[in-house]
């Protein structure tokens, strides 16, 4: 049974053509983003991995090792099982500094380009064995269902789809943070695709071919007897050699690099990975054995790699053998799709821009996109060239054990990341050149040679059936290893390095010294960059940061700006790679020049404590816990905190000082000094230059009111132990006490006045009687109207003086007994007349009427000085809140039972705010400007009311329609008189 080949390409075409429908319905969004992001979508496009080698190799390393075929699925299982050691410290790595590719994590480990472009191109020779196995693998598919088919135009066809796919779907624009979400879902699709048709083959080759499993099992028992004994022949040496080869993949592989850590960067998918890869790589092994026998059984004269094919063909089943076909195509083209993306990033980023950067007039986005896709064809004709060049004479299984055998030179490197801090640039180097030397004369020389039929060979002759791959293999690795370690060793780690180092490992920080950029400015910044990325790029980026901190344009705080630099560097850091975009930060947006160190970035350092938190355990969450009580304890405390460092950074401002200065905690913390108001920045940086610790009742004006404030500070240690230095300042809002010190003031005046009042009164009383005399003699002794009519207008004089002495005498008496004041029964309208005559005697009064409502038979039990004072406060504040020509009236409402007397101030002024209301009885709360009131009216008016057992409220406005005025309702007790004479007795 054969196919044409228009029909096989019709087939791989129009599979192909589902990938693009299935990648172009993703991209438009026409499927739910929750389908397309699940996290089984990042299960299945991990299963890249099972390439064509794992499709159709895998039977013919079952044929050759037995069960040694495990070790390819066992492998990548492990590294899974070891995901807290292995995975997870580089999932952190390539998340906090946005490294795309092991190239970019060895560029900034080792802090140097030429590492990044050496692992490129180590990675570029011993990936492209495993890229050409892809094409040869549906080559030889293709020739195998039609013998008569030239395999040069297929190889070439199915490269030039690739390069289509990969270029419309991988490579449709530059971002810092890019993810081909669309092409994952795509790959998807693929794995689970390929899965379906290699578990279906293992049913067929039971079911179909074997009929059943116990036909099975009695053809193991005797012809394949033979064949069934051989799946023990793996030495226990090469099973851990083989082992070994797969467990790195996740790393070492780009293309499962590509999915595992770039496309999707969730912990939480990841470590759903851990176990769900495990089962998928059982599901893709499990069929291999069945395939193979059944291979065997039917004796199709193919060669053992492509018994998945053998099975349709020796079934004479059309279906089965194209759907066998499409898996195969599935599987080679996934991994070319993913791999040959990964790799042209890689070399855009360590061979490319290191060789030439675009100029800053360039659209570098354009550029990078166009230089990209370039790459692609690139590597998959490169590809494609290999393919060619080894002839088609090697097995699927040498290509695959070649390539990772060469990435696994990529290994002390990776240990070195992650587990070992001495690790240096020098040493990575050493051992990954001398390995892939290594690798490339025993391993990837032979390949060449017996593909030239080359007469001279190597001793180490590469051959699957043989041991010296194994040989190749340790020697290579051992020596990259020792030199890696000794040269490491023995030669001096950069301070760059040993940054780096601490940013990767596993419970590192960022770094977070506190240095002051030379731009000051986001605006600045855009200049800097503008000589390198061009202005609209470098407005672009710029803007970009700016949005992912959440700052404003134009933000200046030197924190912000430390935060701004290193999230450049990050973006800048995925578009073009560590080692670029460390020299263009460096270079354009330097440190200041006067900073010869920097000192512990506090804020940075609690940021991502707080980030950690609930990672932590053991004695590490325990002191976590202790500094969050620590800090809990500053930001609660009753009084203004805020450290400043020795750079006049403010490093800390707690709630208090919020509410003290009105200045938010988020919008000083990381500035200077210079960036608070005039007269804060005066007040604090004059204290801090000051030798005193202490300082008393500084006045400041803060809106038109006068402030009090008394300052205590102390200066933070310096030495090399010391996390920071700078100075801490208390500061305590003593505007309260300064005004109950000036009210107290005011009352012990009063209280003088009081005691004096007497004795005016009796100095004014002696010659005013003296002048009602005379005017009395001088009404009797003439007989002319004239002279009685003015007689009498100076007794009225006289009586009015009298008058207004006594109300003074009485108000300044009032609470100044040292004893318990006595309530007794008195007249309410005379208290309120008492009030008003006093209140008249300012000018103020003039403008406002008065109208006492009270009936003068009213009485309540009451200290009268005391009560007086309550009226006086109250029609005093109805006076300052009414307008010139209105009124203010006292007004008595019908009680509701007979032992209290309810009274009403009420009056047609601007009323209280509803805010105020629930403070106006709070002592020293007022809303008069400075000087106008203290605050103590109301609160006084309340306690007098409360001292005679009463109650006052506020209802504002009075006046609902209106919205105007304000009612002060004041409940007291009744002074019951018996009606009759008897009663009285």
């Known amino acids: 049974m054969t196919f044409s080949l228009s029909l096989l390409f019709a087939i791989g075409f129009g599979y192909l053509l589902l990938l693009f429908l299935?990648?172009?319905?993703?991209?438009?969004?026409?499927?739910?983003?929750?389908?397309?992001?699940?996290?089984?979508?990042?299960?299945?496009?991990?299963?890249?991995?099972?390439?064509?080698?794992?499709?159709f190799g895998t039977t013919g390393l079952a044929y050759e090792y037995g069960y040694g075929y495990l070790t390819y699925y066992m492998g990548l299982s492990a590294a899974f099982l070891l995901y807290p050691f292995l995975l997870k410290p580089f999932l952190k790595i390539t998340k906090n500094h946005s490294l795309g590719s092991l190239a970019d994590v060895f560029a900034f480990r080792y802090h140097s380009r030429w590492a990044g472009t050496a692992t490129t191109i180590c990675m570029l020779l011993a990936i492209l064995p495993l890229l050409a196995l892809q094409i040869q693998a549906i080559t030889d598919a293709t020739v195998i269902l039609a013998p008569d088919t030239n395999a040069t135009p297929v190889g070439l066809a199915f490269c030039a789809?690739?390069?289509?796919?990969?270029?419309?779907?991988?490579?449709?624009?530059?971002?810092?943070?890019?993810?081909?979400r669309s092409l994952i879902f795509a790959i998807a699709f693929e794995s689970f695709f390929k899965l379906l048709m290699f578990v279906g083959l293992g049913i067929v080759a039971v079911f179909y071919v074997f009929e059943t499993p116990e036909k099975l099992q009695q053809w193991l028992n005797g012809p394949g007897f033979i064949?069934?004994?051989?799946?023990?022949?793996?030495?226990?040496?090469?099973?851990?050699?083989?082992?070994?080869?797969?467990?790195?993949?996740?790393?070492?592989?780009?293309?499962?690099?590509?999915?595992l850590l770039r496309e999707n960067r969730n912990p939480t998918h990841l470590r759903y990975a851990t176990w769900a890869v495990p089962i998928y790589l059982f599901l893709m092994a499990l069929p291999v054995l069945p395939i193979m026998?059944?291979?065997?059984?039917?004796?199709?004269?193919?060669?053992?790699?492509?018994?998945?094919?053998?099975?349709?063909?020796?079934?004479?089943?059309?279906?089965?053998?194209?759907?066998?076909?499409?898996?195969?195509?599935?599987?080679?083209?996934?991994?070319?799709?993913?791999?040959?993306?990964?790799?042209?990033?890689?070399?855009l980023n360590h061979v490319i821009l290191p060789i030439h950067t675009p100029k800053g007039d360039e659209d570098i986005y354009h550029w990078l996109l166009w230089t990209r896709r370039g790459l692609i064809v690139t590597i998959i004709l490169a590809a494609y060239l290999v393919y060619m060049l080894l002839g088609q004479i090697h097995n699927l299984s040498s290509l695959g054990i070649a390539s990772f055998v060469g990435v696994l030179q990529f290994v002390p490197g990776i240990i070195g990341t992650v587990f070992w801090s001495r690790a240096n640039r020098k040493g990575f180097l050493t051992g990954l050149v001398a390995g892939m030397l290594i690798w490339f004369i025993s391993i990837f020389y032979p390949l060449l040679v017996d593909s030239f039929s080359l007469t001279y060979r190597l001793p180490l002759r590469f051959a699957l059936s043989e041991s010296a791959w194994a040989y190749a293999t340790s020697i290579s690795i051992s020596v990259n290893l020792v030199l890696f370690l000794v040269v490491s060793w023995f030669t001096e780690t950069s301070e760059e390095e040993k940054k780096a180092a601490r940013a990767c490992s596993q419970d590192a920080l960022a770094d977070t010294k506190r240095r002051q950029l030379v731009a000051r400015s986001s605006d600045q910044i855009t200049e800097a960059?503008?000589?390198?990325?061009?202005?609209?790029?470098?407005?672009r980026e710029v803007n970009r940061v700016l949005k992912e901190l959440n700052l404003p344009v134009g933000e200046y705080r030197p924190f912000a700006l430390r935060r701004m630099r290193d999230r450049i560097e990050t973006n800048l850091s995925g578009l073009m790679g560590p080692s670029v975009a460390q020299t263009i930060v460096q270079r354009y947006l330097p440190y200041a020049s006067d900073d010869e160190f920097g000192k512990e970035d506090i804020n940075l350092i609690e940021s991502q404590l707080e980030g950690y938190h609930t990672q932590l355990t053991g004695l590490a969450a325990e002191l976590d816990n202790l500094r969050r009580y620590h800090r809990q304890t500053l930001e609660n405390l009753p009084v203004g905190v805020c450290s400043i460092g020795s750079d006049t950074e403010v490093l800390m401002w707690n709630p208090i000082m919020t509410e003290i200065t009105g200045i938010e905690a988020k919008d000083i913390v990381g500035s200077h000094l210079n960036s608070l108001p005039l007269q804060w920045q005066t007040l604090l940086s004059r204290f801090m230059q000051g030798l005193s610790t202490h300082a008393y009742k500084k006045e400041l004006v803060i809106g038109s009111r006068k402030r009090w404030y008394n300052l205590h500070k102390a200066s933070l240690p310096q030495g090399e132990k010391t996390l920071s230095e700078g100075t801490v300042i208390l500061v305590e809002d003593q505007t309260e006490i300064q005004m109950l010190e000036d009210e107290l003031v005011h009352t012990e005046r009063l209280a003088s006045i009081g005691s004096l009042a007497a004795g005016v009164a009796h100095e004014i009383g002696n010659p005013v009687t003296g002048i009602d005399c005379l005017a009395q003699d001088l009404l009797y002794e003439s007989d002319s109207p004239m002279v009685k009519e003015a007689a009498e207008q100076i007794r009225e004089q006289?009586?009015?003086?009298?008058?207004?002495?006594?109300?003074?005498?009485?108000?300044?008496?009032?609470?100044?007994?040292?004893?318990?004041?006595?309530h007794i029964a008195h007249p309410l309208h005379m208290i309120v007349h008492e009030a008003i005559k006093l209140l008249e005697l300012s000018k103020k009064s003039r403008d406002v009427e008065f109208i006492n409502n009270v009936p003068q038979q009213v009485?309540?039990?009451?200290?009268?000085?005391?009560?007086?004072?309550?009226?006086?406060?109250?029609?005093?504040n109805a006076r300052d809140a009414s307008e010139?020509?209105?009124?203010?009236?006292?007004?008595?409402?019908?009680?509701?039972?007979?032992h209290f007397v309810t009274v009403e101030v009420l009056d047609r002024g601007s009323g209280i705010n509803p805010e105020h209301l629930d403070h106006i009885f709070e002592p020293f709360f007022t809303t008069k400007d400075v000087g106008k009131g203290t605050g103590l009216g109301l609160w006084i008016a309340y306690s007098i009311v409360e001292e005679h057992y009463g109650q006052i409220q506020v209802e504002s406005p009075a006046f609902k329609v209106e919205g105007i005025g304000t009612s002060v309702i004041i409940t007291l007790p009744k002074a019951n008189r018996p009606s009759n004479p008897e009663e009285q007795l």
């Open 884 to 898: 010139p020509g209105s009124y203010v009236a006292v007004n008595l409402h019908e009680p509701e039972n007979n």
């Open 529 to 539: 960059l503008s000589t390198a990325l061009g202005k609209v790029s470098a407005e």
């Open 293 to 347: 026998w059944a291979g065997m059984y039917l004796g199709q004269p193919t060669n053992p790699e492509f018994y998945s094919l053998a099975l349709g063909l020796g079934l004479q089943s059309p279906v089965i053998t194209i759907l066998a076909y499409l898996g195969g195509v599935s599987a080679a083209s996934g991994l070319l799709i993913v791999a040959t993306l990964a790799m042209a990033s890689m070399t």
């Open 22 to 55: 299935l990648a172009h319905v993703v991209e438009k969004e026409w499927i739910a983003r929750e389908w397309a992001r699940h996290p089984l979508v990042y299960v299945l496009s991990i299963g890249v991995y099972c390439s064509a080698w794992a499709y």
């Open 161 to 180: 789809m690739m390069i289509a796919f990969t270029t419309l779907y991988g490579a449709r624009q530059i971002h810092p943070r890019e993810r081909h």
């Open 798 to 822: 006289t009586r009015r003086v009298t008058q207004i002495v006594q109300s003074l005498v009485n108000y300044a008496h009032a609470g100044s007994t040292t004893g318990k004041s006595e």
């Open 859 to 876: 009485e309540v039990i009451c200290d009268p000085h005391r009560l007086s004072q309550v009226f006086i406060n109250l029609l005093n």
């Open 227 to 259: 064949l069934r004994n051989r799946l023990n022949t793996m030495p226990i040496q090469t099973w851990m050699l083989m082992s070994l080869l797969f467990i790195f993949a996740p790393l070492t592989m780009p293309h499962l690099f590509q999915a």
